[in-house]
């Protein structure tokens, strides 16, 4: 019966897999910044606008095709690209010749520029020189970060690098860096929007945006997408989109319901998104576990087997699993393993459980070794004297014994298991902790959230 249960866990487990490996027809995924206004940003009733937004959505309704969206971030959405696990990147995206070895981009849809800003106020920065001495913030495997590595030691700054436009503004407006650089429409959007910024050193113009596709991959969606901006330029629509972000009379406001620095407010705008964040989390923890236990509970009695060659392979798997950091470890399954293995392709959401089990799992083998090594020797012995096998003294004397040692363990491991789900919200996934940082990306009401 036991072994029966455990069976059918490890074909769940399998199955589940193969749902996330799937691929999903005519459907493409495409991922996008995720606080990148007016491109990209999320309303405070969790739904998300922007040009990107607005024009994918509308190429794609003429174009006849079906888009699934996702919101990783700049460099994970590059990443997500590059390895497979999406099919096109759309992101304030600039095409430059470095990025066209390894993209194929669309038309240029939108001309940009890149910008430093710094605190409103702040009347000690009023060209590139005053930067000396100190610290500009600027975004992952940007063109705004090329430009500070070219210029930095001949202006004398330093860079700090983040991962999301989010955290950067959160820095400038704490004073963690004295200045950052983006995307002027995007400065200059927070400028519009209220935000304490200004701009006082004048932009450099960068090119073009466009929509991108891995070289040699999905290249037909390139094609849409040119003749679906084809037809928008054409019949106006694409002149309504920039309008209504950013046209003179655009004057586009979130729809703000609610002031949201209250605790109050806060709650009332986005019980929603933390929510289903805190849903995320709690499946993933309890998936993983459940998951973990079957493993690490079969690696366990390994360890303890009379038989060498399983002792073995237990040491073997949970001393590798549990040498790798667990952010390592999901990085390595989402990004690195499609790469090698390319119908290894996980979602974000699968590829985290993926990741917590196989570490829970190493944890938990050591647990159960632990546990059984607990009972004295004399047991097993006395058992076996008394002429009872190996499996039976086992199940009847050791085990009942061993586990009632365990429970504590496993009680804290799951804890941990629980908090560890954080640490996959670098693939993406909207658990608790980045469904708080999309937040504040929106309102900086970083204490409260
Ligand atoms: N504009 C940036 C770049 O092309 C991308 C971004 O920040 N979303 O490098």
């Known amino acids: 019966m036991k072994k029966k249960t455990i069976f059918f866990l490890m074909l769940f487990f399998?199955?589940?897999i193969g749902i996330g490996s799937e691929a999903d027809g005519k459907t493409y995924k495409v991922v996008l910044d995720s606080t990148y206004a007016p491109f990209e940003f999320q309303n405070t009733?969790?739904?998300y606008s922007g040009i990107d937004v607005d024009l994918l959505d509308e190429i794609s309704k003429t174009e006849g095709f079906t888009i699934q969206k996702s919101f990783p971030g700049f460099q994970a959405a590059v990443d997500q690209v590059q390895s497979g696990q999406a099919d096109?990147?759309?992101?304030?995206?600039?095409?430059t010749d470095e990025r066209k070895k390894s993209f194929t981009f669309s038309d240029p849809y939108f001309d940009s520029s890149i910008e430093f800003a710094v605190k409103k106020g702040d009347n000690s920065t009023k060209k590139i020189e005053d930067l000396k001495g100190k610290v500009v913030?600027?975004?992952n495997g940007t063109v705004s970060l090329d430009f500070l590595n070219e210029n930095k030691d001949k202006y004398g700054f330093t860079i700090k690098i983040f991962d999301e436009g989010a955290q950067m503004y959160d820095a400038l407006s704490i004073g963690q860096v004295q200045a950052i650089m983006d995307d002027g429409p995007v400065v200059d959007y927070a400028v519009a929007q209220g935000k304490e910024l200004a701009t006082p050193i004048p932009a450099t113009p960068i090119g073009h945006y466009g929509f991108a596709v891995k070289k040699g991959q999905n290249e037909e969606l390139v094609k849409y997408f040119n003749e679906g901006l084809r037809k928008l330029k054409a019949n106006g629509g694409y002149d309504k989109i920039l309008n209504k972000y950013i046209g003179k009379d655009a004057g586009y406001k979130e729809p703000k319901q609610v002031d949201e620095s209250?605790?109050?407010?806060l709650l009332q705008n986005n019980w929603q998104s933390l929510l289903s964040g805190l849903g995320n989390t709690l499946v993933m923890a309890l998936l993983s576990f459940a998951f973990?236990?079957?493993i690490g509970i079969i690696f366990g009695l390994f360890s303890v087997s009379p038989i060498k060659a399983l002792r073995i392979l237990s040491t073997i798997y949970v001393d590798v699993i549990r040498g790798v950091p667990l952010m390592v470890l999901a990085v390595f399954i989402f990004y690195g393993l499609p790469q090698f293995l390319p119908f290894f392709k996980l979602n974000d959401f699968v590829a985290g459980i993926f990741a917590l089990t196989l570490n829970a799992s190493a944890y938990i083998a050591e647990i159960v070794r632990g546990g059984i090594n607990a009972v004295p020797a004399g047991q097993m012995e006395a058992s076996r004297s008394l002429g009872l096998g190996y499996l039976p003294t086992m199940q009847k004397i050791i085990l009942p014994q061993a586990i009632r040692i365990m429970v504590?363990?496993?009680v804290n491991q799951f804890v941990i298991s629980l908090k560890d789900t954080t640490i996959i919200s670098v693939l993406g996934v909207i658990e608790l902790l980045q469904a708080g940082k999309i937040i504040v990306g929106r309102n900086l009401q970083i204490f409260k959230v």
Do not use: H, L, N, R
């Open 14 to 16: 399998i199955a589940f």
């Open 45 to 47: 009733d969790g739904t």
């Open 88 to 95: 096109a990147i759309i992101a304030g995206m600039s095409i």
């Open 137 to 139: 913030g600027v975004k």
């Open 262 to 265: 209250t605790y109050s407010g």
């Open 292 to 294: 973990a236990m079957v």
């Open 408 to 410: 504590p363990s496993f």
